[in-house]
């Protein structure tokens, strides 16, 4: 059985079987990334729970162990069951397309996002370009969930929340650039490769201006607190997705952590040196600190799960921004700040000052 199998596999031909690894992997980091979007759910509630000396979910278990363990399924079967109510007066095609178009970009991006030394899914030598175009596309799902929903109060929440994205896009696109610069390359398995060596290596130590805008940006992107204007409920009525409900409701902030994970993995590889190891360098046969030293998908786990961490914690730090102030810090702040770095950065680059030009 299984050779026949074998010579099955031996007989396609050589595209159909690239094919059908990359729809493998596809199918893999899918799944894995639905089941960490659901969890994340469960880890912020236990997180914030902890920050506030109560208790989080602990009553659904998974198993019959685990207290909490379960909570992400009822969530899901809760929402599943509900349901889908859409306005008489919508356009529905569109209504029910939006929560669509908010979550694919972000599931799809990560095609061209490195995962270990030897596995990209798709890679490509324009990955920031693709990274570039997908993210910024999540925010029409968010202008039409407003508009199709034929009310006033959403269409207001989708034009304060679009306005916030797009301003924070530029900040965003700007530090991406420094990036660019430092490494010479579009390519996110080159960009992470070029940071080897050791932390002093890594880009956000000559880029951490560059690294504290693109972070702030990744969080004004998501709609995650302190820049949560699209969840003000005393001011715009829950915002663009008030007449939601369901999984139509639900898919909106699914795409909301699928945005968190996948902001925080671009900043473990434009900045934090992706999948290598902080002890790179060390050799092999030193005990403990040699296998630590070895570049792995662990070590872009970490980083993803403390980038993670800091926007639960922000959650349960900062209050709410004005929207006023919001604008201001994303356009009279961050924008001129990548301007002047980048600017520091190209004096840098021709007279080869820095780590990553001394080659």
């Not at 990359?22 to 979007?37: D, P, Q, R």
Request: charged share 10%; proline share 5%; with cysteine.
């Amino acid at each position: 059985m299984l050779e026949s199998l074998q010579n099955f596999w031996t007989g396609l031909p050589q595209e159909w079987r690239a094919g059908a690894i990359s729809t493998g992997w596809i199918l893999a980091v899918t799944i894995v990334l639905i089941l960490c979007v659901a969890y994340l759910t469960l880890v912020e509630r236990k997180v914030l729970g902890w920050m506030q000396l109560r208790r989080g979910p602990n009553r659904v278990r998974l198993f019959g162990f685990a207290p909490g363990w379960g909570q992400p399924f009822a969530d899901v079967f809760k929402l599943l069951t509900k349901e889908i109510v859409v306005p008489a007066n919508a356009n529905k095609l569109l209504f029910r397309l939006a929560p669509a178009i908010a979550l694919i970009p972000a599931f799809a991006t990560w095609a061209v996002v490195p995962l270990s030394p030897n596995l990209t899914v798709a890679n490509i030598d324009a990955g920031l370009l693709y990274v570039l175009s997908l993210t910024s596309a999540g925010v029409y799902g968010v202008i039409l969930a407003g508009w199709a929903a034929n009310s006033k109060y959403a269409f207001l929440g989708a034009m304060r929340s679009a306005a916030q994205i797009v301003a924070y896009e530029i900040a965003m696109g700007f530090a991406i650039v420094g990036v660019l610069m430092a490494a010479g390359s579009l390519n996110l398995d080159t960009i992470t490769r070029m940071q080897a060596g050791n932390i002093g290596h890594w880009n956000v130590v000559w880029l951490f201006p560059l690294f504290m805008v693109y972070f702030i940006s990744g969080v004004a992107e998501t709609n995650r607190a302190p820049f949560d204007v699209a969840e003000g409920e005393s001011e715009i009525v829950a915002g663009f997705h008030v007449e939601y409900s369901g999984m139509g409701f639900a898919l909106f902030f699914l795409a909301e952590y699928a945005n968190m994970i996948l902001i925080s993995a671009l900043t473990a590889v434009l900045f934090w040196g992706g999948w290598l190891s902080p002890l790179d360098g060390v050799p092999r046969e030193v005990p403990v600190l040699g296998f630590l030293a070895q570049p792995s998908f662990g070590w872009l786990f970490v980083k993803i799960a403390i980038a993670l961490f800091l926007f639960l914690w922000f959650r349960a730090t900062f209050p709410r921004y004005r929207y006023d102030q919001i604008m201001r810090l994303g356009w009279k702040v961050l924008i001129p700040v990548t301007l002047v770095w980048i600017t520091v950065e190209g004096v840098m680059a021709n007279y080869h000052i820095g780590p990553w030009r001394a080659g």
